[in-house]
């Protein structure tokens, strides 16, 4: 069943809303297929901008007023073949428009947009409508400011009007099917995987970390280099140890360096250690991690910021199994596993003469891709109930849990310092709540709060023509959705309740195709690799 109180939070919806306010002047209510109204609660104030149904919500039998009208005309349409109807409002000489809210095809509800006015109306037919809304117990001053603030819609403002509720409409629907869709997921993980959500230390049972696990079990008894990928705050040292665990090695050292943190001299005696009068300072021999770790594992994280002398140092390693350290003159056995990460597009490095490429091959014998948090959102309700659980163990305090509305900014929230962040953002939460067992949403960090607020549909136009500021909403959505999706129009076009040929005629339309952004900007300085690139790009395309 649709969660109708929840939907009125919804950043689309709310914004679809104040356009229909803004331009029309009429409120739209949600209703189930009952015609209970369910983004307002009787006997609370009303937060809806249309004067007249604020004052008959607020009255004693308002909201009983206005579902009677809801369950008759829900009744009817429910058996219409019409996904949206234009009827004779409950105060007569006004219009109303119900948009059919269908999943599976059956008939849950409907957005219901009143009032409006029709563009022939005489002053007759207007005091006709002022004396029945007194007759429902209105305020006689009050219902003539209202009527008079009603607008009379033309048979061309009409029809995009209908579009904008439809909209709303489509947007419930798609919403209830992507939330039916993701528990049908983690449901068949469930079945499938069972309570397996953890490999070592590593949290999560989104598909995409059952896939990091499966390719974990098949390399642990293997001795190949391995390079982690992924970006900051994923864990990516995390799977150099369950690396390191549970292979042949596990009973060895396992030895990190990040290689950003050393400047060229100081790293060459970190990895590979000097000799005693190798340098100023060099007042007696020291042993380099890659001695210390002999029969164990190194993890270099940050390999991408190594150097071209420190490069050519590595690979010797890895080819001959031997290191020179600073001063030294005779080379000496080592027998090291090593495990690189880096959060850096190193083919890239490769092509533009950053990093060696055989250095590059010879790290990236496997290749472990730490998904991002915002490709496995279904991990976070596991992540934060791990964090919290740890962080009340280690303060000695009563277990908390999330707010609802809580935990559905933090599944809103991008995560760009992923895991990391949401450990920080966890343990910040915990030190805030004090003796409340309830999370509330009020002490989220700002940017998590806010989080849609301003980035996805901001500044609607309310002035200027209808068909402009139309096309202009669905250019935002289209580009946010774009980035957002990863430019998988497949997935965009699920998402926006539209047919694929029909997202990429209006991604033509609006010129938001990234192959010919980036013709046009790099036009000067093409090469032949810029056109395989392209066809690469367009040919995965079409696959997914």
Request: with cysteine; proline share 2%; aromatic share 6%.
């Amino acid at each position: 069943m649709i969660n109708w109180e929840e939907l009125k939070h919804i950043h689309v919806i709310k914004k679809l809303d104040e356009i229909l306010s803004s331009w029309f002047n009429t409120a739209i209510l949600l209703t189930d297929s009952h015609g209970t109204i369910h983004n307002h609660t009787k006997g609370e104030k009303s937060d809806c901008n249309n004067m007249l149904v604020q004052l008959i919500l607020q009255s004693g039998n308002g909201q009983e007023f206005l579902e009677n009208f809801s369950t008759d005309v829900c009744n009817k349409i429910a058996k219409s073949e019409k996904a949206l109807e234009v009827v004779d409002g409950p105060l007569p000489n006004t219009k109303a428009i119900f948009a059919k809210v269908k999943i599976d095809n059956e008939f849950l509800g409907a957005v219901f947009a009143w009032p409006f006015l029709p563009h022939d109306l005489t002053s007759a037919d207007k005091e006709a409508l002022k004396s029945a809304a007194i007759r429902e117990g209105l305020n006689a001053n009050d219902v003539e400011k209202a009527v008079e603030s009603l607008k009379a819609v033309t048979d061309a403002n009409l029809y995009y009007m209908q579009e904008l509720v439809q909209l709303v409409s489509q947007e419930i629907e798609t919403l209830h099917q992507e939330i039916s869709t993701r528990e049908e997921r983690i449901n068949a993980l469930n079945k499938e995987l069972g309570v397996r959500y953890r490999y070592d230390n590593i949290i999560g049972k989104s598909k995409p970390m059952q896939d990091v696990y499966t390719l974990l079990d098949k390399i642990k008894n293997s001795d190949s280099t391995v390079m982690i990928s992924g970006e900051n705050g994923t864990g990516k040292e995390l799977i150099a140890r369950a690396i390191h665990y549970n292979s042949p090695r596990k009973d060895k050292v396992i030895l990190t360096i990040n290689c950003a943190a050393f400047n060229e001299n100081l790293l060459d005696s970190e990895l590979f250690g000097h000799v005693k009068g190798a340098f100023t300072g060099a007042v007696k021999d020291k042993k380099g991690l890659f001695e210390a770790a002999d029969k164990g594992t190194i993890f270099l994280d940050e390999i991408g910021d190594m150097n071209g002398t420190m490069q050519v140092k590595l690979l010797r390693v890895l080819q001959e199994g031997t290191i020179l350290p600073v001063g030294a003159t005779e080379a000496r056995k080592v027998d090291v596993r090593v495990i690189t990460a880096t959060n850096k597009d190193l083919k890239s490095m490769v092509e533009t003469g950053e990093f060696r490429e055989d250095l590059y091959y010879r790290i990236n014998v496997i290749n472990v891709h730490v998904p991002a948090l915002r490709d496995r959102k279904e991990d976070i309700p596991v992540l934060i109930d791990h964090f919290i659980a740890k962080g009340c163990e280690e303060k000695g305090i009563a277990e908390k849990r999330l707010a609802k509305r809580a935990m559905e900014k933090v599944f809103d929230y991008s995560w760009p310092g992923n895991v990391r962040e949401l450990q920080n953002e966890i343990e910040r939460l915990l030190v805030l709540t004090g003796d409340d067992p309830m999370i509330a949403v009020d002490l989220l960090s700002p940017r998590i709060r806010e989080f849609g607020e301003h980035t996805k549909i901001q500044g609607v136009r309310v002035a200027g023509k209808l068909k402009d500021a139309l096309e202009e909403l669905e250019k935002t959505m289209i580009r946010e959705g774009l980035k957002r999706t990863n430019w998988n129009k497949s997935r965009l076009a699920k998402e926006l309740g539209i047919s694929r040929a029909g997202l990429i005629m209006k991604v033509d339309k609006y010129s938001l195709d990234k192959r010919k952004i980036f013709a046009s900007m790099n036009a000067k300085n093409r090469t032949p690799l810029d056109d395989v690139e392209e066809d690469y790009y367009e040919e995965e395309e079409k696959i997914s």
